[in-house]
Every structure is written in structure tokens, then in C-alpha cells.
């Protein structure tokens, strides 16, 4: 019965883990995309067509007032959101008395006022030393929030003890099954709110291209019903641009974003550093100073030697003996000098490299690598988020570029049609009314291109009245008709 109960409370905990483990991956991925597009707005706002636009236009202010009404809604939702710590916080007060509640609470306020003063002071720049008031101000200050953060540290000390009393309660089997039950619970109740948060962010996206695409892609105005030849170019060398402009932007994001990107080996790195509490990174700081050091002496060598084989090239037989005494004692100082700089950087060496190898052997031990590896899998959980922007980022990239080699092939096919189409040639899409200026521009070109479904759908009018329907005809039938002609020409 006791093995039993043992299994049933491990195979509890393990679904329990599970459970908050989809949920916070689940999380971490609604928080992505947020920043994904929060990202594009912030590229939005700071261009230079969003801050010269006055939004006098009837469409572009409704494109911005509905950008701004879906960023409020995100905003809602985001408020919304608990996120795993918080349900586990939550679920741990659950399972407190009012006095441990009271005290867990009161620690967690200090500890929070604690980092507040620490970030405080070191925002703080410290004035001129020849502005004597300004720098005693600084100092006063400086000192009036270290014997705070002293006093809160005390305080913090003296409430260590409980609060490990209370974090090792929780962590008894059947608090810690309570309190992974009222976490489940607290985060399910949540899933409603990452939903519409996910679907308020979607439209958020959609909102963040139209008004791009309208700030970006210079329009016509009023929807036409047909083009001629050079508005087609013009409206497609438009999207060709905010296309390219579009590419310009994310390449600068990877660029950035690569940045951020933890590599698996300098994540472990990291854990080694974090495990050996900085031990490493003092170590590579000690090594870089012994480098520089070896530097240094290099050339001061070279010089000796130079000196030295001059000493004894020179016939010292001219010269009065005090000079040849004075040389002598001046190289032989030079060289104990050197001596003792090699000795000393010799022992250096061997100290860091004895360092360096108790360090390794520390983290070879089976538990610290097991501890290691726990660190290092934390540390790429986080930067996951960087990575999934990337690949976000790159994926748009590749569609922008295929947007981008399309242009350029339809404004080298409507540059050729240009030159041969008649002045009086127009295009029209035989039923465009749901489609904007660029979409139909775009349809036009692509017909121009003999691509077979547009050019179904696209006519072509070269006669002298375009309400009559006879002097259009589409550009699928002209194709056939220029396919007839150039045969009719090779048998001729």
C-alpha cells in the first residue's frame, strides 16, 4: 500500500509537471508573437512616412484609429494573462496561515524596495568635481540610500530563517500536490484569456500591415476601373519599393536579434560560470591580463637583445671606462628587470592553468554537471523567445523576397509592353470591385507576364471607346491570337 501511494503521488506530480510545463511553453510562445508585432509597430512608428503623416485622409485616420483600438485590446488581454510564476505564487499563499502569509508577503515588498534603491544608484551620474554643491548633493544622496539599503538588508537577514521555514513547508508531498492542483486549476481558468489575447494580437498584425501598406505603397485615390500601361509600372515599382524597404527593416532585426541568440555551447559556458559562482569569468579576466602582460614584455626583449648585441659589437676602447661601466650596470639592471618580469608571468601562467583545470574537475563531477545542464537547459528556454523571432523574422523575409523578384520581373515585362502598346492601350480586370488599385495593378502584370489565370481574367482595350464592351478583349485570347501570328510568320 505504501509503494502505492508513493507511485500514485509520483505519477501525480509528473502529469502536474507536464501540465505546467505545455502551459508555460504555450506562454512563452503567445508572449513571441506579442513581441513580434510590437516590434513591427515600434518599426512603423519611428519611420519617417508615420511621424510626416497628419492622418487628414478619411482611410488612413480609420487604419490608424483601428491599429490604436486593437494595440488597447492586446493591451487588455496581456493585463489579463497570469503567467505560470504568478499561478505558482498564488497557489502558495492558498496554503499559508495569515502570519506566514503576512511575513512571505513583507519579504518579497522589501526584497522589491531593496532592488528598486540598487537600480536607483546606479542610474544616479556623479557631477563634475568643480561643481562643489552638485557633488555634495550626489554624495548626501549616494549616502542617504546605502544606509537604506543597509537598513533593508538587515531586515532582510533577520526574516531568512522563517521564510525558509515556510518555503520547506511547501515543499512537504501533500502541500507541494496542492499546490500544483491550485496552479492547474488557476491556469486553466487563464486559457480563455491567452485565446482572445492570441486572436486580439492577429488582428493587431493584419491592422500594423494595412496601414503599412498605406503608408508605404503610395495609391491612387479613387479605385479605377482601367490603367494604362506606365500607372501599372508606376503602381508596381511603388509596391517594389515599400518591399524593399520592408527587406531593409528585417535585415536590420536579424541583425539584432542575432545578437541576443545563445548558442547551446555558450549556454553551457554560462552554467559553468553561474555553478562556479563567476569563478570563470574572473578567470578569463586574469588570463586577458596575462596576455596583455606577455605583449608588453615581448618587445622590451627584442630591445634588450638589440642593446645587448650592440654592447658587445661596440669597441668600448674609445670611450673613458666610467661610460662602459655606466652601459654595463644599466643592461645588467635590465635584464634582472626582465628576468623577473618572465619569472613572474611564468608563474602566472602556471597559476591560471591550475585554476583553470580545478575548475573543470569541479564540473566534471556527475552531480555538478547535472546541475550544469539544468542551468544551460534554463538559460536556452529563455532565449527561446529570441530565436522564434528570428525565425518569424527570416520566414516573412523569404516570403518579401519572393514578393520582391516577382516585382522585378513584372516591371521588366511592363517596361517591354511600354514601348509597344499604343498611347489610347488600356488594362482593366473584368471583375475588380472588391480589389484595390495595387491588387488589380498587380493581376494586370502578371496577365502581362502570361501567367494563365490572370490573364483570363485581365482585358485589354486598344479601340477608341471603352464603354464598348466589343473593343475589349482579354488578354488570354490576345496571347492566342500573337501565338497564331508568330506561327503564321515562321512558315511564311
Not at 523571432?389 to 516585382?407: A, P, V, W, Y
Request: net charge positive.
Amino acid at each position: 500500500m505504501k509503494i502505492f501511494r508513493g507511485l500514485r503521488e509520483r505519477h501525480f506530480d509528473l502529469i502536474m509537471k507536464l501540465d505546467a510545463s505545455t502551459k508555460e511553453t504555450d506562454e512563452l510562445g503567445v508572449k513571441d508573437d506579442v513581441h513580434f508585432v510590437s516590434s513591427r509597430i515600434k518599426a512603423l512608428i519611428e519611420s519617417k512616412e508615420y511621424s510626416e503623416q497628419k492622418f487628414v485622409d478619411p482611410i488612413l485616420a480609420d487604419l490608424k484609429n483601428k491599429m490604436l483600438t486593437t494595440i488597447a485590446r492586446v493591451n487588455k488581454w496581456k493585463r489579463a494573462i497570469i503567467s505560470q510564476h504568478e499561478a505558482e505564487e498564488k497557489a502558495k499563499l492558498e496554503y499559508m496561515t495569515k502570519s506566514d502569509r503576512e511575513l512571505w508577503l513583507k519579504y518579497f515588498e522589501t526584497l522589491a524596495q531593496k532592488k528598486h534603491l540598487e537600480l536607483f544608484l546606479t542610474t544616479l551620474k556623479k557631477p563634475e568635481e568643480s561643481d562643489k554643491e552638485a557633488t555634495r548633493a550626489f554624495e548626501q544622496i549616494t549616502s542617504s540610500v546605502k544606509n537604506q539599503i543597509a537598513d533593508l538588508d538587515t531586515f532582510l537577514s533577520s526574516m531568512k530563517k522563517p521564510i525558509e521555514d515556510i518555503r520547506h513547508r511547501l515543499e512537504l508531498p501533500d502541500c507541494r500536490n496542492n499546490t500544483l492542483l491550485v496552479t492547474h486549476q488557476i491556469l486553466q481558468a487563464n486559457t480563455y484569456a491567452r485565446q482572445m489575447l492570441k486572436r486580439a494580437n492577429i488582428d493587431l498584425d493584419k491592422a500594423v500591415d494595412e496601414i503599412r501598406n498605406a503608408l508605404f505603397v503610395k495609391t491612387i485615390e479613387e479605385p479605377q476601373t482601367s490603367f494604362k500601361t506606365r500607372e501599372v509600372y508606376d503602381l508596381i515599382r511603388q509596391q517594389y519599393r515599400a518591399l524593399k524597404k520592408e527587406h531593409e527593416d528585417l535585415f536590420v532585426e536579424k541583425f539584432h536579434l542575432q545578437r541576443q541568440i545563445i548558442s547551446p555551447e555558450r549556454a553551457l559556458a554560462m552554467a559553468k560560470n553561474i555553478f562556479v559562482r563567476g569563478d570563470y569569468k574572473k578567470l578569463r579576466g586574469e588570463i586577458r591580463r596575462y596576455k596583455k602582460d606577455e605583449q608588453k614584455l615581448a618587445p622590451k626583449l627584442l630591445a634588450y637583445a638589440k642593446e645587448e648585441k650592440q654592447f658587445q659589437m661596440r669597441d668600448w676602447s674609445v670611450f673613458p671606462r666610467s661610460t662602459f661601466l655606466q652601459q654595463q650596470y644599466y643592461l645588467t639592471k635590465q635584464r634582472t628587470l626582465l628576468a623577473l618580469e618572465r619569472s613572474r608571468l611564468d608563474q602566472t601562467k602556471f597559476s591560471l592553468q591550475k585554476k583553470q583545470s580545478e575548475l573543470e574537475t569541479l564540473c566534471r563531477q556527475p552531480d555538478a554537471k547535472k546541475k550544469i545542464d539544468k542551468i544551460a537547459t534554463g538559460i536556452l528556454r529563455k532565449n527561446l523567445r529570441f530565436v522564434r523571432q528570428l525565425e518569424q523574422i527570416e520566414n516573412r523575409d523569404k516570403e518579401i523576397i519572393l514578393r520582391l523578384n516577382h516585382s522585378k520581373e513584372q516591371m521588366k515585362a511592363l517596361e517591354e509592353r511600354v514601348a509597344r502598346d499604343k498611347i489610347s492601350t488600356r488594362y482593366r480586370v473584368t471583375s475588380s470591385d472588391t480589389l484595390t488599385n495595387n491588387q488589380t495593378a498587380s493581376l494586370i502584370a502578371d496577365a502581362i507576364l502570361k501567367e494563365p489565370e490572370a490573364a483570363q481574367l485581365v482585358a485589354r482595350f486598344d479601340g477608341d471607346n471603352l464603354e464598348m464592351e466589343k473593343n475589349w478583349e482579354l488578354m488570354s485570347e490576345l496571347d492566342k491570337d500573337e501565338l497564331l501570328d508568330k506561327k503564321i510568320v515562321r512558315e511564311l
